[in-house]
């Protein structure tokens, strides 16, 4: 099935205590990307990378480091991890030069 | 720089009746495309429907239906004969670029809830 894996699903951690959510995709894309979302704010970019070794900043990138070592996995890095990333991400991917867009199930992580 | 508007923070409908949620864009990207999604509590995101900027029919998808003015620049979601399951947070989204860069942006969200 084609799909895009997040782990976890859940996940409460302390401030400071690195952490890193997983992605994969299965489907060959080129595109990945990462969304957090608020309430109020819908989804914001955080990085994306449109190939293997090539990764850039969306719009909130502050607090986050990502890698693409390999097509299928794009993992987000919170090195120390504040209250203030207490949040829904979503990974999504896609083929580049398409309009397709395929979501993970997402990530509710709490930073207490 | 691009933008979604959703002017509806929460919708309430009857069931079995017909209900329209706002969309409006902002963009000078003569190519784009526009999605609805939905997330229900368990909060999964849903691809609903998809309209492209220089498709000239409007989109259909069984029950949804998405009212496309681009001179306006609105993408208006219909939901006709809602069912309780209907009730959920839904996303206006645009992306533009074909891919490349930066190139998805979202609406703040319009929580609809079906009564029954």
């Known amino acids: 099935e084609a799909q895009v894996t997040q782990n976890p699903r859940y996940l409460i951690t302390v401030t400071g205590k690195k952490l890193t959510v997983t992605c994969s995709q299965n489907?060959?894309?080129?595109?990945m990307s990462w969304y957090r979302q608020d309430p109020g704010l819908g989804l914001r970019q955080i990085y994306y990378?449109?190939?293997?070794?090539?990764?850039d900043k969306g719009d909130v990138p502050e607090g986050y480091k990502v890698s693409r070592k390999e097509k299928r996995n794009f993992p987000l890095i919170l090195e120390s991890p504040s209250p203030n990333q207490t949040s829904l991400y979503f990974c999504?991917?896609?083929?580049?030069?398409?309009?397709?867009?395929?979501f993970g199930s997402g990530t509710r992580l709490t930073v207490v | 720089a691009q933008k979604i508007t959703q002017t509806q923070p929460g919708m309430f409908v009857q069931e079995k009746e017909a209900v329209t949620l706002d969309c409006t864009y902002d963009?000078?990207?003569?190519?784009?495309?526009l999605f609805w999604y939905k997330q229900p509590s368990s909060g999964e995101m849903i691809f609903l429907i998809y309209?492209?900027?220089?498709?000239?029919q409007n989109a259909t998808e069984g029950r949804y239906s998405l009212n496309f003015q681009k001179a306006r620049k609105s993408a208006n979601l219909v939901i006709s004969a809602s069912q309780l399951g209907d009730s959920a947070m839904y996303f206006c989204?645009?992306?533009f670029g074909r891919g490349y860069g930066q190139n998805f942006v979202f609406g703040p969200g319009t929580r609809l809830s079906v009564l029954p």
């Open positions: 309209q492209g900027s220089y498709d000239e």
């Open positions: 963009t000078s990207d003569q190519s784009y495309g």
């Open positions: 990378s449109m190939n293997v070794e090539v990764t």
């Open positions: 489907m060959n894309h080129e595109y």
């Open positions: 989204a645009m992306r």
């Open positions: 999504a991917s896609s083929f580049l030069g398409s309009w397709g867009y395929t």
